[in-house]
Antibody, heavy 120, light 107 residues
Framework: EVQLVESGGGLIHPGGSLRLSCAAS????????MSWVRQAPGKGLEWVSV???????YYADSVKGRFTISRDNSKNTLYLQMNSLRAEDTAVYHC??????????????WGQGTTVTVSS | DIQMTQSPSSVSASVGDRVTITCRAS??????LAWYQQKPGKAPKLLIY???SLQSGVPSRFSGSGSGTDFTLTISSLQPEDFATYFC?????????FGGGTKVEIK
């Protein structure tokens, strides 16, 4: 079964760091484009970052320089290292597999999400 | 960044109704648009990609159309399981951006 399971969320003080994990099963993370998407409480969806199969990366301006996306091919796992966290980073963080052709067509497999709360 | 504007923000409808949701991009995105359905406490589900291609397993009552800056998602005959929030997302360029969502509620 194709599945993504996130972990690593929690309550963290402003300025702190957290690393989210996204374990994949049923497909190979390194062969796919993978994104992180977040959703603040009661709000819409915000794309955060993508890592290409070739390991290129892109970030939303709101997290550039603070967040780093990476993967461990041996563990078939995607990561999001989050530093210098702010209250506005509070959200449910989903990892998602991207369907790719000429562009990223859409995100066809999603994890259930892990909650990050940044508060003093 | 490309801004995505959805309308309406909410709609009340009955089972069997035809529902249309609109998404407008702040600049042309060709056909690089996807639609998602999200139910409370759940992850989004991909419904349609590249404007009108139905994702595997998605009922044919869902359809998408448009190009350039104006797009629509249509549910031809609303079913009880379709009450949810729907988001559009442009895939033309980074940063990928989503519309604000349309909540489809029971009338």
């Amino acid at each position: 079964e194709v599945q993504l399971v996130e972990s690593g969320g929690g309550l963290i003080h402003p300025g702190g760091s957290l690393r989210l994990s996204c374990a994949a099963s049923g497909f190979t993370v390194s062969s796919n484009y993978m994104s992180w998407v977040r959703q603040a409480p009661g709000k819409g969806l915000e794309w955060v970052s993508v890592i290409y199969s070739g390991a290129g990366t892109y970030y939303a301006d709101s997290v550039k320089g603070r967040f780093t996306i990476s993967r461990d091919n041996s563990k078939n796992t995607l990561y999001l290292q989050m530093n210098s966290l702010r209250a506005e980073d509070t959200a449910v963080y989903h990892c998602a597999r991207n369907m790719v052709g000429d562009r990223i067509y859409g995100m066809d497999v999603w994890g259930q999400g892990t909650t990050v709360t940044v508060s003093s | 960044d490309i801004q995505m504007t959805q309308s309406p923000s909410s709609v009340s409808a009955s089972v069997g109704d035809r529902v249309t949701i609109t998404c407008r991009a702040s600049q042309g995105i060709s056909s690089w648009l996807a639609w998602y359905q999200q139910k409370p406490g759940k992850a989004p589900k991909l419904l349609i990609y590249v404007t009108s291609s139905l994702q595997s397993g998605v009922p044919s009552r869902f359809s998408g159309s448009g190009s350039g800056t104006d797009f629509t998602l249509t549910i031809s005959s609303l079913q009880p399981e379709d009450f949810a929030t729907y988001f559009c997302q442009q895939a033309n360029s980074f940063p990928l951006t989503f519309g604000g969502g349309t909540k489809v509620e029971i009338k």
